[in-house]
């Protein structure tokens, strides 16, 4: 059965979109600029409760591993200047490549803000600076399960909530190459 987090505790995270194997899902914006989750059509549910599963709002899911806030700064400065709060991203993104990895992160695409997935330094500019603005994850969490089933190292940065879908969206999914950061966020409110 489909349930969904109701429009005033969902963050629009959009691991319930992904999840739907039968696209029954999508993100809009709504009439004040922020996603909101639409039904395209009850006719294709299989009510198989995905949607329902993979939403943090409604599983209230707790993190089963310790998080540690750090303060830090990149010492390249070139890459420092090219980003916002210090460059540390684009320090982690750099190792990250450096193993055959590959990097998840906010990305400006003409007007809309959309993550995106890089896996070449020369890349690593598309993800740095701040962006101010709700991203756009579909298919995001699916690409990044396929890249950890791949064996890869994968650095994923977004908003809290969104760490918050993918973790709860990768569920059993192997996690040991999976590195999160966090952005602050000022909250999203309908």
């Known amino acids: 059965e489909m349930i969904l987090a109701d429009k005033f505790t969902c963050t629009a995270c959009m691991a319930c979109v992904d999840a739907c194997s039968q696209q029954v899902l999508r993100a809009d914006i709504d009439i004040n600029g922020y996603f909101a989750i639409h039904v395209n059509t009850m006719s294709s549910c299989v009510e198989c409760g995905k949607c329902t599963r993979v939403c943090p709002v409604l599983m209230n899911k707790k993190i089963d591993r310790e998080s540690a806030p750090y303060a830090a700064w990149n010492i ?18 750099a190792l990250v490549i450096s193993k055959c990895g590959s990097v998840y992160g906010a990305a400006i695409e003409g007007f809309e803000v959309k993550h995106k997935r890089i ?6 500019h598309l993800l740095q600076g701040s962006k101010y603005q709700h991203s756009d994850m579909t298919g995001i969490y699916k690409q990044v ?15 809290g909530c969104q760490v918050a879908g993918l973790l709860s969206f990768l569920d059993k999914t192997n996690k040991d190459k999976l590195y999160t950061i966090d952005t602050i966020c000022g909250g999203l409110s309908t």
Do not use: C, H, P
């Open 76 to 93: 390249d400065s070139e890459q420092r200047q090219l980003s916002a709060s210090g460059g540390v991203f684009a320090a982690i993104a």
């Open 119 to 124: 896996i070449t330094e020369s890349d690593l």
């Open 145 to 159: 399960r396929n890249d950890l089933q791949q064996g890869m190292y994968v650095l994923f940065s977004g908003l």
